[in-house]
């Protein structure tokens, strides 16, 4: 009974996300199309393209490594999105977390044990994250200022942050550059398929995606988040503690965030500059293609992860086809999933609408 | 005089939602210079028929004719140009703006045209006419809903109106008001204009009109003169189906029971500065009987609810309320909030989870921190059986039902758990004559249950058929009456006094 529920759930979860999967194959098919108007063989890019995301061990795993970080970014924008809690500031969340757990393992190496080492940094990261989105959600709460607005500024902060430490405590002996020593090949995330990129950060963003969809989809926590974020209003009325619910909401995504900074660097790229890529602001939108919803963000950040990837091939290929290829497939993908999305509202309202018209009420005696 | 043509004519106008369909082949004739009252049930088609009217929908098939002119269907541009204005029951107005630019704004062509001037003599003119004073430069919020309603009618006779649309007009009037009201629409009618009026109180529509139409579930079923048709014969055509008129009359209860709720001298104000909205409320609900508060809105009745509910603290005074200690229990305490979607439902939510808002969290609907859905859907769908929620299942979103049911949810939600008291605002706004006798009937039973009950609600037949005890708000003040030894017109004098 229990089991078929959550099946019968699980279910509806992925009739959801077959139309995305849906759209992504609809665009990547015109992409290719796209790149052979340009005059670039068609099939030879498809090919390399396929070949770089997922043709051997290592192109897999460094697909699921791109795929990491993005996991992690687009559940802090999913959780906080679906409890109403407007968090765009993944991005300075994610290099606070990465900032905090390359000082925890170049600087302060916690008894110099490996394990108790990447335990702390990554414990430190998330905790960073969590506070620095703490602070937005303070300022909404205790000083009127909207979290949209904190959290994008609070980018900026961490931003210049990162660059005023890397170019001062945390800079590397003998280099000008605004760079971290490069950490201890002891203290890096260890890999569990030899020679690859598949280093345990990956499998630690699946299973706590997997523990968010049962938070959110079982308990009275995900229940109440989930009130919170659609009327506040009801859930103050109903007495549920909707300013507690969103701090740990944004404590919680902030956490999503910088653990992701965290595991990008101990996993990824082992030291740390004040480039970073853009993991924050593409998190949200792997979390608008998810749906907000945990299982739909694990196949949207994986699918975003190998579309770099392998653009990245194709770049370094003699066919030299320039990745930004792939970031145009991104947006596309993201404006169609908004319009599906904004039809499929329209078209719910107005059967609504139409129900409660033709539905007269006779009376109830 | 010769026979005029009719001022609108339509003919098989037929609309469908989604295959579902809203008006079958509605026919119906409007003579020029009439108030022409249209009545039916929530979800009869009233408003459906007349935002086709007003040009805001297209119908499926179907012809328009206005003064014997065949009008284009589908554009509010062609129906406006063609003389037809609408005041919808939710104001469309700038609430920021003033009276003149709300009126300005609807009735330029373009941007660039604010044709000033022009507008002023022309609501100088029917302000003459019908005897109003409008403050042309007082921003709209700052206004009363009666006011507000006032600029909505002068607006679309100021964009050239011949035909009016009224839709719910009463809805959030004080008797007074609607007295007034009624007024100007004879005033309006002799000044050959066209009224429809639409309602779903029969004392009314009655009262204005002398020709009626009444749709039933997408159909015209009468349409023709009211002289001769008593008020029941006119309920059993809207609902198609014999009830009783809601007037539940029963001896006075309450002898010196237990009290529920006790407030003393309470005071709440927003800023330090502001004038109070609530002064020395002294106010006790005793076990078994209910508590009518009357008044007009805005006279802090919602400032007293939010008090009472506890969503906001009183500045001074002390609110006793029976059963406090026990914070953790499932309420024994009700709310039934006057606006359903704003604070008792979550629409985008299904059935099952707005029915458990407020055990979700006790036992046994939770364990370990999680939800037991299993137990949640059998809880609502016997809820959903006692309470004659009616919808295709539990799991659908209660945005997609009626009112009606979307109120019966919040009761059911409300008042299955045998509440000690219960606070109720405005509880059958916007409902039609079957679940308004629901509701009420609920609150009775809980009253013969022996709970407390204190109604807010504006309005005053039903609330004087239900009440034990009337009190007035007025200014913030609580007004005590000797109801029933007082009559229903010194209770409206005492709601309007000072004002």
Redesign the interface.
Known sequence: ??IA?IFRQIWNTATALTLAALVCAVVLVLAIGAAALLGYPPLRVADLWLHGAAGSWYSLSSSCADACPLLLTGLAAGVAFRAGVLNIGAQGQFLMGALVAVALSTRMMIFHQPALVIATALTGGALAGGIWGLIAQYLERYRAVPVVLSTILLNFVALYLVAAALQGPLQAVGTAAAQSPEIAGKYWLPLFVPYTDFHIGIILAFMLSVLLWVVQE????G??S??VG??P??A???KMPVAWRQFQIMFISGGCAGLGGAIQVLGQVHFMTAHMGDYGYAGIAVALLGRLNPLGIILSAVFFGFLDTGAFRVEESSLALPHDLADVIKAVVILVMLVLAGISLRR?????????????????? | MATLPPALRLSEIQK???G???LDGVSLEVAAGSVHGIL??????K??LMNIIAGLLRPDSGSMEIMGNAAPVGSVRESRAFGIGMVHQHFKLADNQSVLDNIVLAVSKSLWSRRGRGVLQNIDYWCRELNWTLELQKPVRELGVGQQQRVEIIKALCGGGKILILDEPTAALTPAEVDELSSAVAGLANAGMTVLFISHKLQEVTRMCRVISIL???KLVYSGGVAGLSMQQIAEKM???K??VPRLVQPLGHAESRVLLELQSVDYRIGKREPPLLSQINLRVHAGEILGIAGVDGNGQSELAAVI?G?VDPVAGRIMRSGAARADAPANSA?I?EDRH????????PIV?NLL??K??HRPY?RW???R??KWRTSAAALMRQY?I?SRGIDD?V???????QQKVVLARELSDAPEWILAVNPTRGL????T??VLRQLLDARARGAGIILIHGDLDELLSVSDRVAVMRGGKLLATPWPQFTRELIGRMMLAGA
């Open positions: 009974m229990m529920r079982r308990t009275v926590f229940f109440e989930h009130v659609l009327n209003d009801t103050k009325a109903m719910s309202r107005r059967a609504a609408k139409s129900e409660r018209t033709t539905s007269a009420e006779t009376p109830s005696a | 469908s939602f989604n579902v369909p809203a039916g049930e929530n979800g009869a088609g408003t459906t039933r579930r997408g609902v198609g189906a009830v009783d509910s969503t709310c909030p704003k604070e008792a439902l979550v629409p985008a939510l989870s808002l407020r979700y969290r939770v921190g999680f939800c859905f299993g004659d009616r979103a945005c997609t039902l009626s009112g009606g049911n039609d004559v079957g679940a006798a629901f």
